[in-house]
């Protein structure tokens, strides 16, 4: 099965081998080339390069195209205010402070042309080409209620109570964007549509019910038509509107760290809906080492009786500066979940002590290329890690010695921590940590080698 | 020392107004402040130069998410590296300040951080219809340690004395301060004192016929992390949660109110044992509540009563 065929069986909620991996990296997808939130979400060049590499590092399922739930909203005359490393927030909302909530008219839904979406479009049939057999691509729209709330601001609270008509004939136009922005992503390869509502969790089941109900219900049935499946993403603490969000009849749901997803999961399999998430984006994403990221994955994993209808994903947008290395431990904690679990066993089995004896770096004839890997024949990082190495190798022959140390092996484990080595891939020479994560180009690595000699 | 000062409140309750209230307040003092949020109405520049304060907008992308906290610790540690005499901090509008005050509080980097208090500005226009559409005004009002109902020449004397029943209602013990375009009383903010969010008031001593009363009967292989999260599922919609429990081999006491989970290990206790007494009153859908929670955690809880 290819990593795609996995996902579609899990949203068709079917037994698979291994579990389903959507890392949403949308602004981090920059960070890994170096360009801004700002730059990866208005250059389609940039947007391109950027997720290729997250297809090429984390071996995902399905991968989002663009993160943002601001793309409607700025169609729509919302002011947009920019960020070097968040997605970009509504500064002035156009229907706020109006006495009376007043539907806009049909005709200013957006069109293929309209903002941002000519540039989203193209990037989605890119990579849709490219990448687009193997990886299941996710198109985000946003949802009709924080549409709602971007276009009318916090005084779509007051409207829910002061005027019911009001607020449920906004949503229906909402929803009609959302249908339509659907429609454009699904024409353009996108094999999941995901709604992403974050404000979902800040409302309570009764007033789902009275006003979200109907919009969702319509909006998943539509996507369904489309051909494509579908996803429910929220945020918060959205653990009370879990069964009324199945209740919409989406294909899958998508929770973070605030939901217990072990016990959601008992809840959304009596609906038959898939549900993913849920791992902590700053306690475990950005600021735990690649080990705790191993290590969350097995855990969540294990607690889980069944893993039918689960995939596995950062609870939601990645933050920027996540860490490379940790979302690689994750990616091989699910690929290679048996050797995983070994490698941290024998990193934590402190009592068997392995006598290793470093090489005196500071007397070496020629210089040395030492590469820790958590395994170059399973990661794909560690796969292009070591590529680069004997590519090198190649170049200088004998003047140089190459040595790659896989963490599978216990004397391996032994000797990263000796050196402090924390993160993998890495590559280390004459003992200096000179590339983590990220594989170094040609030159860059030749001129690093050189400087030793 | 920095002392630290919360500023909570839904949208447009006027906390932005408030907040140079504050800074006028302390004039003469070094003060940083960190906004997580675009007001309407920002804070010039120019008051903030006249009162010699630094300030900090975190842009938090789309504004409603509560995991991406690193944004506010690292604000705050780059605040702590000027050592100012005091923070400000005015939290998003549908942000719940519950997490704010656990990073205070986990963070040994912080312990330079005097916490002074959490201040809640509540708009009187609004509050009647924000306390019933948006969860997040509750766990606002549940971290509270002053309150300000703001705005009240806008409303009538009847209009005010309601909000004011549903304010004690919700959290007895905080004190509840009148304002018009948040203009304070030095005195309120200078000598505001903490509430304690574990111990709740006395038990009223009118008998009050809207109290309702729940047990819940727990399973002795129920963890405390699943208690928790039972907590999270009706602290909403009751007022507190109490009783000794003994699971996993271990005694505990229970003691939750407002958005805090509260357990600490004790003796062992013959007094009715695994039952958590739950109250709620008037106005809360409390039995929807527990309802939901028994069917999420059927092992924890083995049945429910009223």
């Known amino acids: 099965m290819t990593p795609k065929e996995i996902l579609a069986a899990t949203l068709r909620h079917e037994r698979t081998e291994q579990v389903a991996w959507v890392p949403f990296a949308g602004v981090h997808a920059g960070s890994i080339l170096g360009y801004t939130a700002e730059e990866v979400l208005k250059d389609g060049d940039k947007l391109f390069q950027s997720l290729m590499e997250v297809n090429k590092l984390y071996k995902p399922s399905g991968q989002p195209v663009i993160f943002d739930l601001q793309v409607e909203a700025e169609c ?88 019911e008509e009001a607020v449920e004939e906004f949503l229906q136009y909402c929803t009609a964007v959302a249908k339509k922005m659907a429609e454009y992503y699904a024409e353009a390869g996108m094999d999941v549509i995901a709604v992403v509502d974050p404000l979902i969790s800040q409302i309570s089941s009764d007033h789902f019910e009275q006003f979200m ?49 072990v016990a959601a999961k008992k809840i959304t399999d009596q609906y038959n809906v898939a549900i993913g998430g849920n791992i902590p984006l700053t306690t475990v994403m950005l600021h735990g080492s690649q080990q705790d990221n191993m290590k969350f994955t097995l855990d969540l994993l294990d607690q889980l009786e069944d893993k039918r209808n689960f995939i596995l994903a950062p609870g939601c947008d990645m933050p920027y500066r996540v860490p490379v290395e940790n979302v690689i431990g994750i990616t091989q904690a699910i690929l290679e979940t048996e050797s995983v679990r070994k490698m941290l066993e024998n990193y934590t089995a402190q009592e068997e002590e392995i006598e290793i004896t470093l090489p005196d770096y500071n007397n070496l004839k020629k210089p040395l290329v030492e590469v820790f890997t958590l395994d170059s024949a399973t990661c794909a990082a560690c796969t292009y890690m070591m590529g680069a190495a004997k590519e090198a190798k190649k170049t200088f022959g004998d003047a140089i010695d190459m040595v790659e140390y896989k963490f599978t092996i216990k004397e391996n484990i032994a000797r990263c921590k000796k050196m402090g080595v924390t993160n993998l891939p890495s590559m280390y020479i004459n003992g200096k940590l000179v590339f983590s994560s990220l594989v170094p180009d040609k030159e860059a690595l030749e001129e690093a080698i050189r400087k030793v000699m | 020392m920095s002392k630290l000062y919360l500023i909570t409140g839904f949208l447009g309750a006027g906390k932005t107004t408030f907040l140079k209230r504050m800074l006028t307040l302390f004039s003469g003092n070094s003060i940083h402040v960190i906004v997580n949020e675009f007001g309407k109405v920002g804070v010039d520049g120019e008051l903030l130069k006249k009162v010699g304060a630094e300030m900090e907008e975190i842009t938090n992308g789309s504004i409603f998410c509560s995991c991406r906290l690193d944004q506010f610790e690292e604000s705050l540690q780059r605040s702590l590296q000027r050592n100012p005499d005091v923070i400000l901090v005015e939290a998003s509008g549908l942000s719940d300040p519950t997490n704010i005050k656990r990073i205070l509080e986990s963070n040994k980097e912080f312990a330079t951080i005097e916490f002074m208090g959490t201040i809640c500005l509540v708009d009187a226009v609004s509050f009647p219809k924000v306390y019933e559409t948006a969860r997040v005004v509750k766990k606002q009002l549940n971290v509270s340690d002053q309150i300000l109902l703001n705005k009240i020449d806008k409303v009538s004397e009847e209009e005010k004395e309601s909000i004011k029943k549903i304010l004690k209602k919700q959290c007895p013990l905080v004190p509840i301060h009148e304002t018009v375009f948040g203009q304070v009383e030095p005195s309120w903010i200078l000598s505001m004192e903490l509430v304690e969010k574990n111990s709740m008031a006395e038990e009223p001593v009118h008998a009050d016929i809207t109290l309702r009363k729940f047990v819940l009967h727990i399973q002795e292989d129920t963890s405390l992390e ?35 989970f509260h357990a600490v290990e004790c003796e062992g206790s013959n007094e009715f044992p695994n039952q958590l007494v739950v109250l709620s009153g008037y106005g809360l859908p409390a039995t929807m509540a527990i309802k939901k929670a028994a069917k999420w955690y059927p092992e924890a809880i083995l049945n429910w009563e009223r």
């Not at chain 2, 907590?231 to 958005?259: P, S, T």
Request: proline letters at 5%; a negative charge.
């Open chain 1, 213 to 261: 109900s109907k919009p969702f219900s319509e909006l998943f049935s539509h996507i369904r038509q489309l051909g494509v499946f579908s996803s429910f993403f929220v945020c918060g603490d959205a653990t009370r509107n879990i069964e009324v969000m199945c209740q919409t009849n989406p294909d899958s749901i998508s929770v973070d760290e605030n939901v217990d997803l």
């Open chain 2, 226 to 260: 699943t208690l928790r999260y039972i907590w999270q599922m009706i602290m909403e919609d009751v007022y507190r949660m109490k009783g000794f429990i003994h699971i996993q081999n271990k005694w505990y006491l229970i003691d939750c109110a407002g958005n805090t």
């Open chain 1, 76 to 163: 729509l005359g919302c002011e947009l205010a920019w960020s070097e490393e968040a997605p970009p927030s509504v500064a002035k909302h156009p229907l706020e402070g109006e006495e009376e909530l007043v539907t806009p008219c049909y005709c200013t839904i957006p069109t293929k042309d309209s903002g941002r979406i000519p540039m989203i479009l193209d990037v989605m049939k890119r990579m849709k080409e490219t990448v687009g057999d193997t990886t299941a691509l996710y198109g985000l729209i946003c949802g009709p209620f924080t549409l709602a709330a971007h276009l009318r601001g916090n005084d779509i609270f007051m409207d829910m109570y002061d005027d």
